[in-house]
C-alpha cells in the first residue's frame, strides 16, 4: 500500500474514529454520570477528551509509513 493511500484510509479511519468516541463518551455519560458532582463530571470530561489520542496515535503512525 503506497503511503498515499494509506493517508487516504487513515484519513476515513480518523473521521470514523471521532464520530464513533464521541458517540460512545456521550453514550456513557448520559447512561452513567447525569446528576454527579461537578468534581466528576471534570473528571471525565478531562479523561474522556484526552482518551481518542491513543488511537488517533496509532492510525497516525500507519498513515506516516514510508512506501
Not at 470514523?16 to 455519560?29: F, G, K, M, Q, R
Amino acid at each position: 500500500m503506497t503511503q498515499r493511500n494509506r493517508k487516504l484510509f487513515g484519513t476515513i479511519l480518523m473521521v470514523l474514529l471521532i464520530v464513533v468516541y464521541s458517540a460512545l463518551a456521550t453514550a456513557l455519560y448520559l447512561a452513567l454520570f447525569t446528576g454527579a458532582p461537578p468534581w466528576v463530571l471534570i473528571l471525565y470530561f478531562a479523561i474522556a477528551g484526552l482518551g481518542w489520542g491513543i488511537p488517533a496515535a496509532g492510525i497516525i503512525r500507519f498513515m506516516a509509513r514510508p512506501d
